[in-house]
């Protein structure tokens, strides 16, 4: 085993970013430079056309604001997460907003000149040493700002966007922050965090589940209202923006952002359906092993058995690390540390928010993990993926901003590997049959995540959004549309469902990413064909997988697959490939649970 220090904290050091949280007098000076220094970049961009020289200096310049924004923005990103009370970060959250948009203005005024540039002067400005490693991304810049409004009313959009978009997004961080659900266990009362309630549904004693099952429906039933108002006030403004730059199809940007066609996206959801009877007959033996007709929607990630073994957060540390080491041993290095150096919140505790992530710091090329552990097969797991993203970025630091601008697809292409290779590894490793079965339910579990509960939640959004064109959609029509692309994705296979998982779910709150659900899916397939390249090419390994991660940000995934893998996309065959994968564990768990 790697020996780790003797004793692994559980809570984050942000101190060494800046001391004393959101009361940091370091932090207030910084954010007080930050603004006057975007002012100032701000005044120096003149409406009429620049020469090559001007938009070089203006890219440079903006690319190091850009690093500082993100800075303080994790780190106020962390101090919300980590108690949803601290009323100073949220305020001062909203300020780092506010001064976003004046890089966003930066930006988009950079943009037209892109655009305002003769063909002769373009050819020089991009063949410039100094934009070698960011050629895609400002090619990719000048073409999307053809399709967009006037740099004065794309500004506009911005600087409203604060109160009237990103505004929702707090709220419900707000509404999530405020919620307690009382729990009754081994005949004590608990108040849990949801959170805390959520680990509560991994539990593998199903009346627990159930009781924690039904107060959850309840509690999102009670803030369900205002859960409505958040999400359609979202999408209505979203919709607002793409009408006014003539976009219909809602999906245009998300697609724009994760750098993939619609031709992708319809082939890898169109292969997962055709598949999913496999996983059905998972899904129908799991409820014989737990003696019920069909699942619950909080039985279909729960463990098989009421013993299951705990891990401690020690433990976990170690798996993960030896796990890495076996194929990258750069990534092993870099988790140690991580976990040296108390990069992760994962003490479980009230008042933290729900969900986990991971986020960047480019001043100091660190990152910070959150997430609340509670010794599950499914925390391991998380940290694990956390871990994954973390490593990304840490790959591609040294490259310039723009070309670390990676999409989300390719993104969880990463931490899904990192969470391959780890569950993988610890099946294999199982020492009894019982724990191997657990265990490589738990694997299994995962397809189920990505080929079902995210499909739902996409059935869902794309349906939402139609909708929306109409009008506000009241709480009775969300939870009718929720529960319809539950039984869609699933089959129709369980026999009870989560009408308010559209309140209940963060990512559709997230205002940084529309439709924050098939990337996820893109991700961990992709992760699949990047590790059979792994188990095939052994020690050369490496090398390969580093140089794919630093082209993510660097060209559409397409390209990135076809010079990766050798592999099309837009073709069924690599999507069959990778779900054949995930079929052999199934196929395992029926040969082992026959009776």
């Not at 800046?18 to 003149?46: A, C, W």
């Not at 150096?341 to 928010?353: P, V």
Request: net charge negative; charged share 25%.
């Amino acid at each position: 085993m790697v020996l780790l220090i003797e004793k692994l904290s559980q809570v984050w050091d942000l101190d060494s970013i800046f001391p004393g949280g959101s009361e940091s007098p370091e932090l207030q000076v910084f954010l007080e430079t930050l603004e006057t220094d975007l002012k100032q970049l701000h005044n120096h961009i003149h409406g009429n056309v620049a020469t090559v020289k001007e938009v070089t200096t203006w890219i440079l310049e903006v690319q190091e604001l850009a690093k500082r924004i993100r800075q303080a923005g994790a780190f106020l990103g962390c101090l919300n997460a980590q108690n949803v009370a601290d009323v100073k970060a949220k305020q001062l959250l909203g300020t780092i907003n506010q001064t976003a948009t004046i890089l966003e203005a930066i930006l988009t005024n950079i943009d037209d000149q892109l655009l305002k540039m003769s063909e002769e002067n373009w050819q020089t400005f991009i063949k410039q040493d100094v934009f070698t490693e960011v050629t895609y991304p400002l090619v990719e810049r000048r073409v999307r700002a053809k399709e967009k409004l006037s740099p004065r009313e794309e500004t506009l959009i911005q600087k409203l966007s604060v109160d009237g978009y990103h505004a929702w997004g707090q709220l419900y961080d707000t509404i999530v922050g405020r919620m307690k659900i009382s729990i009754e266990e081994d005949g004590k009362t608990e108040e849990l965090s949801i959170g805390q309630a959520d680990n509560k549904m991994s539990s593998g004693d199903r009346q627990l589940r159930e009781q924690v099952s039904k107060k959850w429906e309840a509690a999102w039933a009670n803030e369900a209202e205002l859960c409505a108002d958040a999400l359609n006030h979202l999408a209505g403004y979203r919709l607002q923006v793409y009408g006014e730059r003539g976009w219909d199809q809602v999906l245009r940007e998300p697609l724009d952002i994760n750098r993939m066609s619609q031709e992708t996206l319809d082939v890898m959801w169109n292969t997962i359906s055709e598949n999913k009877p496999k996983f059905v007959e998972f899904l129908q033996r799991k409820a014989e092993i737990l003696g019920i007709e069909k699942l619950s929607w909080h039985d279909v990630f729960a463990p098989l058995s009421k013993d299951v073994p705990q891990v401690s957060y020690d433990e976990a540390a170690e798996i993960i690390i030896n796990q890495f080491q076996q194929l990258t041993p750069e990534m092993a290095e870099f988790t140690k540390e991580a976990f040296a150096k108390n990069w992760i919140e994962a003490e479980s505790r009230a008042g933290k928010r729900p969900g986990g992530f991971c986020t960047s710091f480019p001043l100091s090329n660190e990152s910070r993990i959150f997430m609340t552990y509670a010794g599950t097969a499914s925390n391991v797991s998380t940290l694990a993926h956390e871990l994954g993203h973390a490593f990304h970025q840490h790959v591609m630091n040294d490259l310039p901003y723009l070309a670390q601008r990676y999409a989300m697809n390719v993104a969880e292409t990463a931490s899904t590997f990192a969470e391959m290779v780890v569950a993988d590894a610890t099946v294999k490793n199982a020492t009894t049959k019982e724990e191997h079965l657990t265990l490589l339910e738990d694997k299994v579990s995962r397809s189920i995540a990505f080929f079902m509960n995210i499909h739902a939640r996409f059935l869902f959004e794309t349906r939402f959004y139609e909708e929306r064109k109409q009008g506000l959609v009241s709480v009775a029509r969300l939870n009718e549309l929720m529960e319809q692309a539950q039984k869609d994705a699933f089959d129709d296979s369980l026999g009870e469902y989560h009408p308010h998982f559209w309140a209940s779910k963060l990512h559709f709150y997230i205002t940084g990413v529309p439709f924050y659900n098939f990337p996820y899916t893109f991700g961990y397939l992709f992760s699949m064909g990047i590790y059979a390249l792994a188990q095939k090419e052994g020690d050369a390994f490496e090398k390969k997988y580093i140089n794919l991660l630093r082209d993510t940000g660097r060209m559409p995934v397409e390209e990135l697959a076809m010079k990766h893998l050798n592999v099309d996309l837009t073709k069924p065959d690599f999507w069959q490939g990778a779900i054949d994968l995930a079929a052999a564990d199934v196929d395992e768990f029926l040969n082992l649970t026959q009776k």
